[in-house]
């Protein structure tokens, strides 16, 4: 499914300004989340996508570069990119819409530091079914509790701007996007906290469709109680995901994974 990448020209990239101690760290981390994603089953191919902002910049991200499956991903494999779609460092390109979606996703939500594409099984069956996506009547799914949106637009494949505007648009203060028959879009403050969000939202969605698969009518938690338990989760969100994070990459090298390379 490779499609051609246009290159817009642009100004100068001043690369004298990266902070390359914190860059190489969110490299590591990026790289970590590819991996285990990989372990879970949640990419598809070589066509999913994550990326970061640059730590310290608003104007450069990180993103795998196409033709890499998510368990070939390593530290030094990922490009910085800028938003006219140039690599301003690494090797190889961006899978087109990669760049359409991330490049205009960041450059619209400055807060979006992190954004997780992927067709998860679960979380992409949702995005198939008729109504809101998430039910939440597992505990799990507490966590997304007024974290989501929905883009009910389906053009095709994403290949021009207005895609990625219309999907940042549509995200609006959330979270996470349910992208209708196409996917989910998870976007967070930082790597580990998008990683963290990615990681329990298939939880939520793969426990959801085991439970309509019983045939039995849901029965969801009182709004109430769910917003109250959400705030209580979202409290010590930034905290878990850390961690979590953390567990990951002692998980990855203790197997011997080669992501820090």
């Avoid at 790289?31 to 996508?49: D, K, P, S, T, V």
């Avoid at 850390?242 to 998980?251: C, G, N």
Wanted: contains cysteine.
């Amino acid at each position: 499914m490779a499609h051609e990448f246009r290159v817009v020209e642009g100004g100068k990239v001043d690369l004298d300004a990266i902070d390359r101690e914190a860059l190489w760290q969110a490299r590591v981390d990026l790289a970590a989340c590819f991996r285990m994603a990989a372990r879970y089953g949640l990419e598809e191919g070589i066509c999913n996508h994550f990326s970061a902002m640059v730590p310290g910049r608003n104007d450069l991200f990180l993103v795998n570069p196409y033709g890499l499956a998510f368990c070939e991903v390593t530290a030094s494999s990922l490009l910085v990119c800028d938003f006219h779609g140039r690599v301003v460092e690494g090797e190889g390109q961006p899978e087109a819409t990669a760049f359409f979606i991330h490049a205009r996703l960041h450059r619209n939500l400055p807060r979006a530091r992190a954004a997780f594409h992927t067709h998860m099984p679960y979380a992409t069956a949702l995005s198939m079914t008729e109504g809101e996506p998430l039910a939440y009547a597992g505990q799990t799914a507490l966590k997304f509790y007024g974290r989501t949106a929905v883009d009910d637009t389906y053009n095709g494949l994403a290949l021009d701007e207005a895609e990625g505007d219309r999907i940042a648009a549509t995200l609006g203060d959330a979270d996470i996007v349910f992208l209708r028959n196409h996917g989910v879009m998870v976007t967070g403050p930082t790597i580990a906290e998008a990683w963290d969000d990615l990681y329990y939202l298939e939880r939520a969605a793969e426990v959801q469709v085991k439970a309509l698969s019983t045939g039995r009518k849901l029965l969801p938690v009182d709004p109430a109680i769910a917003k109250a338990a959400a705030a209580q989760m979202r409290e010590g969100d930034p905290e878990s995901a850390r961690l979590h994070l953390a567990s990951i990459k002692r998980v990855l090298s203790s197997d011997g994974e080669d992501f820090a390379e």
